[in-house]
């Protein structure tokens, strides 16, 4: 089968040096329902006037086709991703070929977590999760640094080998090692509780469990095979889910400004509307404003410099005239899936995307040239909101800029909402 879209992981694996935890897995999953698409092991198919569902085993709830969970529990599902639901209850397109963080959590004085996804673009210009990275941080009382948390990291990375036949790759990271093959399935961490990986080879799940916190989390790679013969349906849904046990935590307290949002809120909507976004580019803004420069990774280093620039850049109405143009070129899937025809490697839209913030925060011709001129060359159509973007009227901005404009600095919100505000 042709090798279609960029070529993957190549950044990604020359950061994690030492070798991986290699786990292939093959299962049809549970019963097919309808046409197209398979139940997971434990659910039951129901047929009601000719529709097709997969339902849950009681008394759990969720999507039969990727994840089931106890109701009282705080779960983010990320389907077919761009499609995010959120503690919230409320759906978000999170459109964007980055890592992004997607959930922050504390659940006692001592223990810290921090859920990350990288998304992929696949054919048809549709972008689905290919890795999941949790870190979790306990309070090391010996210590007297600034920071004195211990952290471990588990960070797995999913793809197909064919169709049908899943890949998942692992590497674990403690606080002072680099990247390293797991070769036990269960770590501890600095206080003693574990972090245990585990494959369901029936299902094609990767699952990461820290029950210390009450977190679960799996994870399903899309089949990029079944994806490309057809791309209406894959027959088993991808996606993430993550769960937090209310009843081993009762004092969780989520992160505000991750789009997972918490509980009891914010609305991102009204917050999208605020700053006169739609949801879906307010969703894009946050996976820039809200990830701490110090967290990120440089496996994907042009990704890691939108995330600078637009905080050094953009001011704070620049912020949003910015994203409600450049978002377009993550979030148009028109556009989308152009670029993904064309062979391009996983930096080509950071960087496009950067030529954007510079043409539109830095008001730079130059950079805006360069933007219209790589579109040009690859043979896409400009989104609707760049075709707008007229180069001529813009200065020579970003040059003085990065020289000599003082950085726009913006605190790290750390606005926690509880679990019981429920
Ligand atoms: C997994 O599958 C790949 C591709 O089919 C194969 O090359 C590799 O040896 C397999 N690895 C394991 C650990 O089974
Ligand atoms: C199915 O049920 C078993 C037994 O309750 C459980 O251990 C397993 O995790 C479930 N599998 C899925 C995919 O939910
Ligand atoms: C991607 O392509 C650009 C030029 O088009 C090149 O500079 C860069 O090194 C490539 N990156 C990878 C990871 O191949
Ligand atoms: C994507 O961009 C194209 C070209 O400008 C435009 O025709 C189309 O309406 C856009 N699609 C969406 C969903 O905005
Ligand atoms: C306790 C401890 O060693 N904490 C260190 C963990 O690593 C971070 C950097 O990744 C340091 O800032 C902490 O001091």
Redesign the pocket.
């Known amino acids: 089968m042709e090798l279609f879209i960029f070529v993957a992981f190549l950044a990604v694996e020359a950061v994690l040096v030492s070798g991986q935890l290699v786990t292939n897995t093959s299962g049809d999953s549970g019963e097919l329902c309808g046409k197209y698409h398979h139940c997971l092991t434990n659910s039951t198919c129901l047929r009601t006037k000719g529709d097709y569902s997969c339902v849950c085993p009681a008394p759990m709830k969720g999507n039969a086709k990727l994840g089931c969970v106890l109701d009282d529990s705080a779960t983010v599902f990320v389907q077919a991703d761009p499609h995010l639901k959120n503690l919230y209850n409320q759906f978000v397109s999170v459109s964007t070929p980055c890592r992004y963080r997607v959930m922050e959590f504390f659940t006692t004085e001592t223990h810290l977590a921090r859920i990350y996804l990288d998304n992929y673009l696949y054919h048809g210009g549709v972008y689905y999760t290919n890795i999941i990275e949790a870190r979790i941080a306990v309070l ?1 009382e010996s ?1 007297t ?7 471990l990291s588990v960070l797995i990375e999913g793809d197909t080998t064919s169709e049908g036949h899943y890949q998942f790759k692992e590497w674990r990271k403690t ?2 090692s680099d990247w390293m093959t797991p070769s036990e399935q269960t770590q501890f961490m600095a206080d003693g509780s574990e972090v245990i990986t585990e494959y369901d080879h029936v299902n094609n799940l990767a699952i990461i469990e820290v029950a210390a916190i009450g977190l679960r989390m799996w994870f399903r790679p899309v089949d990029k095979f079944a994806l490309e013969r057809n791309p209406e349906c894959v027959p088993q849904v991808p996606g993430v889910v993550m769960t937090v046990d209310k009843g081993k935590s009762a004092s969780t307290q989520f992160s505000a400004v991750d789009l997972s949002s918490t509980p009891g809120g914010p609305d991102l909507r009204q917050f999208a509307t605020g700053l006169g976004m739609s949801i879906n580019m307010y969703a894009i803004f946050l996976t820039l404003y809200s990830s701490p420069l110090d967290e990120i990774d440089s496996h994907c280093p042009a990704c890691d410099k939108a995330n600078i620039e637009f905080k050094r850049l953009c001011s704070a109405t620049d912020m949003s005239k910015s994203i409600n143009v450049c978002g377009h070129l993550y979030h148009n899937q028109t556009f989308l899936a152009c670029i993904a025809k064309q062979n391009l490697n996983e930096t080509f839209l950071p960087h496009i995307f950067n030529d954007c913030l510079y043409a539109t925060c830095g008001n730079s011709k130059t950079d805006c040239q360069a933007l219209k001129a790589h579109i040009k060359r690859v043979g896409c159509k400009e989104p609707e909101p760049l075709q707008q973007l007229d180069c001529g009227v813009l200065g020579d901005g970003v040059t003085v800029m990065r020289k000599g404009a003082a950085p726009v600095v913006y605190k790290e919100v750390h606005d926690h909402k509880t679990f019981d505000h429920m």
């Not at 640094?145 to 952290?151: A, L, P, Q």
């Open positions: 090391d210590s640094g600034e920071d004195n948390r211990k952290w606080n002072s």
